[in-house]
């Protein structure tokens, strides 16, 4: 049994709905539909929920929201009226002013975009609607509520052989609503797939799946089509980007694989996450290459550092006080790397520099800022030799590697260079590792 979740690109109009619950019949075994609010339709579209954020913003800043509000509801008008259904949407709009005069709400608003789509398509189908406001719970510190969410989302699934589920929003208190965060129906898709233990959590965008690079600096980067959760983790944290980063949790912790999908290609291959790869994978020993600009590397040296207990810890210890977060901290015998996001550093990078100054008395300490950490991200990474080659790949094209990290349960490589060196990196690793791919 599926979960089909299909995003707002693939269901921004009445051709891409149509599009979508054809995919659907295709096969029986998709019994449960997760959507997001219809997406942009050409390049300068806007999203139905940004213009429902335009209505907050408005509201909260005593302005006519009505404009904005009356896009939206064009918008579901022309889909009702090209997939020729019944429903009354002059009612619904009246609902949602008539909260919006009561006190605006931005996550109230902000759900409506799914709600009126979860709605549209149910009545196109035929198959009920699971409102998520009643099924999917947050805690009061607005966090996604497990405990109370999967037994009740469970009982409503099953009661209902086939059933539309609104993604992005769920419910909070008493008669409230909160969103996850944009993109969040990826989330809604996977927790539906968990509660019901689908086969298979069907993530339906406007891709063929997860690439090997990032398509603005390698044009011709490849689909990868299989992949494991681990690998998929770390590749985005690193930035590559297909689904909101919250999905692969749910499905993972009950062992069912994601199949990213192209609604406009439905036949294409698309990627599988999965936890082990099938047998009749092929072993290859990089899966991708991620990267990110936008690093500051603070590098403290000090003759006999090593010697000195409690030294890294007092670092840390200061960035910590700071609120500042480490990626990556390389030592030798006498000096010490942090690797730290640069826009974090920002608003201490004096004080912190005077802290350590003053309780750790360095010979010398400064802060490198413009780094890019890049990082090649494989199962097969450690026994394939690839590890190497990653190192001379790098050197061959004369770029100077300010740091190298391994030592991620033999999974990922992560190299920092300069960010003037970024793309021509990365390019000197596609094309060098190609074949490992
Ligand atoms: N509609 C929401 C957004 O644009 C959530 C989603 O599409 O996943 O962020």
């Known amino acids: 049994m599926i979960v089909a979740k299909f995003g707002g690109t693939s269901l921004a109009d009445a051709d891409a709905i149509r599009n979508a619950v054809n995919i659907l019949r295709d096969n029986p075994e998709r019994k449960y539909m ?203 944290y690193m930035g590559a980007s297909v689904m909101h980063e919250d999905t692969v949790l749910p499905v993972r912790t009950a062992g069912i694989p994601i199949h990213i999908c192209n609604s406009s290609d439905p036949s294409a291959h698309g990627t599988w996450i999965v936890s082990g790869m099938p047998d009749h994978v092929k072993k290859r020993g990089i899966s991708g290459i991620a990267g990110k600009t936008g690093f500051s590397n603070l590098q403290i040296e000090k003759v006999m550092m090593n010697v000195e207990i409690g030294f890294g810890a007092s670092v840390l210890r200061i960035i910590a006080e700071h609120g500042v977060s480490f990626e990556h901290m390389p030592t030798s015998m006498e000096t010490m790397s942090v690797l730290v996001s640069t826009p974090q550093l920002d608003h201490c990078r004096d004080e912190i520099l005077k802290e350590i100054d003053d309780e750790l008395h360095p010979d010398r300490i400064f802060i490198e800022d413009g780094i890019a950490l890049i990082a090649v991200v494989g199962e097969g990474i450690s026994n394939t030799g690839a590890a190497a080659r990653i190192l001379q790949v790098i050197a061959d094209a004369d770029i100077s590697i300010r740091m190298v990290d391994a030592s991620f349960g033999e999974l990922i490589v992560i190299v920092a260079v300069p960010e003037t060196d970024y793309q021509r990196t990365v390019r000197a690793l596609y094309d060098g590792l190609k074949k490992d791919m």
């Open 34 to 236: 997760v959507v997001s609010a219809p997406g942009k339709r050409f390049g300068e579209d806007i999203k139905v929920t940004d213009l429902l954020y335009q209505v907050y913003e408005a509201a909260e800043n005593g302005r006519d929201y009505m404009p904005a509000l009356r896009l939206v509801q064009e918008r579901f008008e022309q889909i009702a009226a090209d997939l020729d259904i019944e429903l009354d949407l002059d009612r619904e709009f009246e609902m949602i002013i008539a909260r919006i005069e009561e006190k605006p709400s931005r996550d109230y608003l902000a759900s409506r975009g799914e709600y009126l789509n979860a709605k549209v398509i149910s009545a196109y189908l035929g198959w009920p609607m699971i409102d998520a406001a009643n099924t999917i719970f947050f805690d009061s510190r607005r966090r996604f509520d497990e405990a109370a969410t999967y037994p009740v989302l469970r009982r409503a699934m099953r009661r209902a052989e086939h059933a539309v589920i609104p993604g992005f929003y769920g419910g909070i208190g008493r008669d409230e609503i909160c969103t996850f965060s944009r993109g969040g129906s990826d989330v809604t898709g996977a927790i539906a797939a968990r509660a019901v233990k689908a086969d298979v959590y069907e993530n339906w965008t406007d891709v063929n799946g997860l690439l090997t690079a990032d398509p603005r600096v390698i044009p011709e980067a490849k689909t990868m089509e299989w992949i494991s959760y681990r690998e998929l983790r770390e590749l985005s």
